[in-house]
């Protein structure tokens, strides 16, 4: 790994990060894929300090936010990380629509490769 790992790796030691240096910190991770265990916990720590920051005071009463599609930055979900790990197949962006009036939570993830994943229903 070259000098922009190293750079990257000093990011995790700064006490505050803001969500602009999070992002810049989770982008080069492959939404997860490529991290260690140090930028795995430093990322996770982050997180939850920003989650304490939130100006919604209740946001599990607070759903409507939720609502909507969003694409997946990050995730240590092993379920949507190995499907990176297919021969002949490349994980393109991963989305989850969340669905307030049916109650329902989808995963969507976009995979290229050759043209018989067409055929492949999950």
Known sequence: MGAATSDLTSNYYRPMWG????????????????????????????????????????PLNAPELLAGNWRLLYTTSQELLNLDRFPLYQLGAIYQCICLPEQRIYNIAEIAGIAVANCIKT
């Open 19 to 58: 969500k602009s240096e999070l992002i810049a910190a989770i982008t080069p991770t492959n939404r997860g894929i490529k991290t260690s265990a140090l930028q795995r916990q430093a990322i996770l720590s982050e997180i939850a300090r920003l989650e304490g920051r939130n100006p919604t005071p209740d």
